[in-house]
């Protein structure tokens, strides 16, 4: 294995405002000898996360230094080709923290501990609509959001990777679901393909206006994954009871200054309501729950799996540029060089 070349990615300069791929180097070097406590893995589909980018700028953990000159890290579903490590052998499909590389040496641990995928799961699910992307969307609707049946539902970033499962995960809990998205090609995915109630175009309509008239008795949760000024209108508009949801921040990742917080609190007081972050990360260990529960509904087509793949190692900084700038739809996925697309 020593003799085979590794193509990789490292992390040239910060990320400033924008991501492109000149913010990265392309390098070729041997693949180094798997060591004691350790597994070798050739990369199959790499997950593409807004999160990248709060690493790739600020450091992992935050405030560590941009990881200059590193292999930018990407969960990732791959092979297991070489192990020495007591968890895994070769043949092995794993879900874990590996680089944006042809082969990665992984100890499991990292961003989620390594994890065998079960047999007879299409990969691309695995790195997707099963992996954290798909966790995050079912245990933030189910756990953190506890949605009751008729609630109005309203999510920011519908038709991206985490909002395109969960807006569908409320509408199967029977709620009425109201999707903000920021073009009308996601906008009517969200309503023709993923059957919400409505969709928002925030870039085009007036989302205060839409919201009153499409929730005229206030909504019951507010899944945010984006943040900025739609938090402050869904508090604006939450019902006795009501919860919002912190999933993601995307739109502050990149941005120079900290966005203000909602100037109406006060209205959490005022409806008895909830406001709840979560890591998604933290519900790994429950994950075959999420898979028994979506599974089902993936094979039947009740579920639809949204994805949005580059392709190719080379397309890895094109797929975070993608995401950073609104273009995907769905989930944003890296189907390496070789890999089939099945
Ligand atoms: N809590 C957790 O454990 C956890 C785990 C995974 C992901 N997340 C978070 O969940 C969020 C969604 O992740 P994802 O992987 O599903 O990404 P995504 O929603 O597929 O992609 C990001 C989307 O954010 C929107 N966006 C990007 N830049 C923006 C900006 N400057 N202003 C406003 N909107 C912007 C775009 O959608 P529009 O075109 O619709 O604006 C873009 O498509 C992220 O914030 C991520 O960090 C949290």
Request: proline content about 6%; hydrophobic content about 40%.
């Amino acid at each position: 294995m020593s003799d085979r070349v590794n193509r990789r990615w490292l992390v040239d300069k910060p990320l400033n405002g924008t991501v492109s791929e000149a913010n990265f180097r392309w390098v070729e070097s041997k693949v180094p000898p798997v060591e004691q406590g350790k597994f070798l893995v050739r990369n199959r589909w790499l997950s593409v996360d807004p999160t990248q980018a709060i690493l790739l700028r600020l450091g992992d953990p935050p405030g560590s230094a941009a990881p200059i000159g590193q292999v930018p890290w990407s969960l990732a579903v791959s092979e297991v080709l070489e192990s020495r490590h007591p968890d895994f052998s070769p043949g092995d499909i794993v879900h874990g923290e590996m680089g944006w590389e042809d082969f990665s040496l992984s100890d499991g641990t990292g961003f989620n501990a390594a994890y065998r995928v079960p047999p007879g799961i299409p990969l691309r699910w695995a790195a997707g609509a099963l992996g954290l992307t798909g966790l995050v969307a079912y245990f933030g609707v189910h756990e953190v959001a506890r949605p009751k049946s008729g609630e109005t539902f309203v999510i920011s970033g519908a038709a991206g990777g985490v909002g395109s499962i969960a807006s569908q995960l409320a509408k199967i809990a029977g709620l009425r679901v109201i999707g903000i998205a920021g073009n009308s090609a996601k906008c009517d995915w969200l309503v023709k393909e993923a059957c919400v109630d409505a969709a928002v175009n925030y870039r085009q309509e007036d989302v205060g206006q839409r919201l009153t008239e499409l929730s005229p008795d206030g909504i019951d949760i507010f899944f945010d994954t984006v943040g900025g000024p739609v938090l402050e209108l869904a508090l604006g508009r939450l019902r006795t009871g009501g919860r919002i949801v912190l999933c993601g921040r995307t739109a502050e990742y990149l941005a120079d200054k900290p966005t203000p917080g909602p100037s109406n609190l006060t209205q959490l007081i005022m409806v008895n309501g909830r406001i709840e972050g979560f890591l998604g990360r933290d519900f790994l260990a429950r994950r075959t729950e999420a898979f028994d529960a979506m599974l089902p509904l993936l094979r039947s087509g009740r579920l639809k799996s949204k994805e949005d793949v580059v392709v190719g190692l080379r397309e890895a900084p094109n797929g975070l540029a993608r995401l950073l700038s609104g273009e995907n739809v769905g989930k944003q996925l890296v189907r390496m060089d070789d890999e089939p697309d099945s």
